[in-house]
């Protein structure tokens, strides 16, 4: 798996790095066919002061492109919220891949 995590007005951390890299092991957790994950962290100039932190992140699997996008008062929660969307995203992608049209038992006449 590719991780790609970038700042846009926020400088990344290695304890960001180290929190966004933790919280994305759930997905690859549920689902292990993740080729590239990219991760955009930012800050917006808005009036009011909260949902300025944002992040979003573009996820590419085996056979579909995931996108999720969050925003927050604090860059960690929208992480924390981001992770959940896509969590979501990657379970109902499984269950699509999945065959669960199996064929019943047949009647011997």
């Known amino acids: 798996m590719n991780l790609t995590i970038s700042g846009h007005h926020v400088e990344v951390t290695p304890a960001l790095r180290s929190y966004v890299t933790s919280k994305l092991d759930r997905i690859t957790r549920h689902f292990d066919q993740v080729v590239d994950v990219k991760v955009l962290l930012s800050v917006e100039k808005q009036k009011e002061k909260e949902k300025r932190q ?43 891949l999945q065959d669960h049209h199996h064929d019943g038992h047949k009647r011997l006449m």
Do not use: P, T, W
């Open 54 to 96: 944002r992040a979003e992140c573009n996820i590419h699997v085996k056979g579909s492109d995931m996108f999720a996008e969050c925003s927050h008062e604090d860059l960690y929660a929208a992480v924390d919220e981001l992770v959940d969307k896509l969590d979501r995203q990657v379970v109902r992608h499984k269950d699509k």
